[in-house]
């Protein structure tokens, strides 16, 4: 499976982004996914996640600002982030679940919050 996310951009405090993450291969629909992000200096954190059956689990810090969705007819796995702030920063990742860990990665995509 191969990830590849768009959507990055800078924005504003306050703003909003919506990150796309195209998936190819044929096991998409019933894969977990999540998006991690990573900050300079820092660990990549998990910012979201969405289960086959559509149940989503979000960080502390991005609960009611960010929503993840799947559009499994498009193979495409979304990030809406709302009122974004500072540190929110950082290169954004897609990965899908594979057998005990999130095994496939997209090359990221740089978020910049202003």
């Known amino acids: 499976v191969q990830l590849v996310e768009s959507g990055g951009g800078s924005v504003q405090a306050g703003g909003s982004l919506r990150l796309s993450c195209a998936a190819s291969?044929?096991?998409?629909?019933?894969?977990?996914m999540a998006w991690f992000r990573q900050a300079p200096g820092k660990e990549r954190e998990r910012v979201a996640r969405?289960?086959?059956?559509?149940?989503?689990l979000y960080a502390d810090s991005v609960k009611g600002r960010f929503t993840i969705s799947r559009d499994n007819a498009k193979n495409t796995l979304y990030l809406q982030m709302n009122s974004l702030k500072t540190e929110d920063t950082g290169v954004y990742y897609c990965?899908?679940?594979?057998?005990?860990?999130?095994?496939?990665w997209g090359q990221g995509t740089q978020v910049t919050v202003s």
């Open positions: 990965a899908r679940w594979v057998g005990s860990s999130f095994e496939d």
């Open positions: 969405i289960d086959s059956d559509g149940t989503t």
């Open positions: 291969g044929n096991t998409y629909t019933s894969s977990c």
